[in-house]
């Protein structure tokens, strides 16, 4: 089992790597085309999730009756998260070298909104699938969205630039 989900985790990381090839060089294309290369990766992206998600949680038919409408529900919630997250990458990647303190501290202030959303939003659906089923799927659930999480996560933190701080703005 460990070097089938090791197999997933690496073709996910993959995957990941190529939906930062793909929104790396937006800041050069037009608004349309950055929409439209983030739906292009979205779709991929959510795909292969899901597909690392069936193999991880091996569930019964039962199981799988209550818990994939309720992921299709928490994944829908995070992508909306996920959405302004983006949003904010795209602004910070438009003031990006000469980013004014104003600016910095507005960044900040949403950014860190986001992640008490992201946690908010975790906890509750995390919850519901507590609910629906076993124990020790619940967490393996909550692993495996972690280990995907954390790679979106790096994936997009090594795209975008540390903020410059020798301005004086």
Same mark, same amino acid.
């Given at each position: 089992?460990?070097?089938?989900?090791?197999?997933?985790?690496?073709?996910?990381?993959?995957?990941?790597?190529?939906?930062?090839?793909?929104?790396? &060089? @937006?800041?050069?294309?037009?608004?349309?085309?950055?929409?439209?290369?983030?739906?292009?990766?979205?779709s991929v992206v959510t795909a292969d999730r899901?597909?690392?998600?069936?193999?991880?949680?091996? #569930?019964?038919?039962?199981?799988?009756?209550?818990?994939? &409408?309720?992921?299709?529900?928490?994944?829908?919630? @995070?992508?909306?998260?996920?959405?302004? *997250?983006?949003? *904010?990458? @795209?602004?910070?990647? =438009?003031?990006?070298?000469?980013?004014? =303190?104003?600016?910095?501290? =507005? *960044?900040?202030?949403?950014y860190t909104t986001l992640q008490e959303k992201?946690?908010? =939003?975790?906890?509750?659906?995390?919850k519901r699938f507590g609910k629906v089923l076993?124990?020790?799927?619940?967490?393996?659930?909550?692993?495996?969205?972690?280990?995907?999480?954390?790679?979106?996560? #790096?994936?997009?933190?090594?795209?975008?630039? #540390?903020? &410059?701080?020798?301005?004086?703005?």
């Amino acid at each position: 089992m460990k070097t089938k989900i090791n197999v997933i985790t690496n073709t996910w990381l993959g995957i990941v790597s190529v939906l930062g090839v793909l929104i790396a &060089p @937006m800041e050069h294309v037009s608004a349309q085309s950055d929409q439209h290369l983030i739906e292009v990766a979205r779709s991929v992206v959510t795909a292969d999730r899901e597909t690392v998600v069936v193999a991880a949680m091996e #569930l019964t038919d039962a199981e799988s009756k209550n818990f994939w &409408p309720l992921y299709h529900e928490y994944r829908s919630a @995070m992508e909306k998260i996920n959405d302004e *997250l983006i949003d *904010l990458a @795209m602004l910070y990647a =438009q003031l990006y070298p000469d980013i004014p =303190q104003s600016q910095a501290k =507005q *960044l900040l202030k949403t950014y860190t909104t986001l992640q008490e959303k992201h946690v908010v =939003q975790r906890t509750s659906y995390l919850k519901r699938f507590g609910k629906v089923l076993p124990a020790a799927k619940a967490l393996r659930f909550a692993q495996v969205e972690t280990r995907l999480d954390l790679l979106d996560q #790096l994936n997009l933190a090594s795209k975008i630039p #540390l903020t &410059p701080i020798d301005q004086a703005k």
